[in-house]
């Protein structure tokens, strides 16, 4: 009889210790929805208040100078040697090797995942949707509703 009532003590013992286990685990992966659900949520009222400060801005007497401004510029000279060489530069064999290596980096999951999660904030922040709602199409394009940029 001691060896059943030890084998039974046993399977207690680690039944006790994998429901703590998968209990703890169970509130750790809550805390962390909530501070992500938290920040989500910071980050559209941040995001927010500065859309509205960039309206503001726009409107305003100075913005409409350098928007001005911004118009003249791009229309220089320099501006459009400057625009040659960075197209003589993507021409490049350097240009190229950089453009490769950045196509297989955006590859690798952990970007991918970066780069849906990144789409599926502003997706949210600019349709005016909960942040975070967790719908499927949410990060199927980007937020203007096209392609995802290559």
Known sequence: MNELERR??????RLT??????????????????????LREHAAT???????????????????RAASAM?????SDAAKRAEAVIHDLRASDVGKRAESTLADLRQREPVKKAEEN????????FSGGA?????GAAGSGDPAGGAPAS
């Open 118 to 125: 990144a789409r599926k904030v502003l997706h949210d922040l």
């Open 71 to 75: 118009h003249d510029m791009r229309e």
């Open 46 to 64: 941040t995001a927010q208040q500065a859309a509205s400060r960039l309206k503001d801005f726009r409107e305003s007497e100075r913005g409409q």
């Open 131 to 135: 942040a975070g709602s967790g719908d």
């Open 17 to 38: 210790g994998w429901w703590g286990s998968e209990s703890r685990t169970a509130r750790h992966r809550q805390r962390r929805a909530e501070r992500a659900a938290h």
């Open 8 to 13: 039974l003590r046993e399977l207690a013992a």
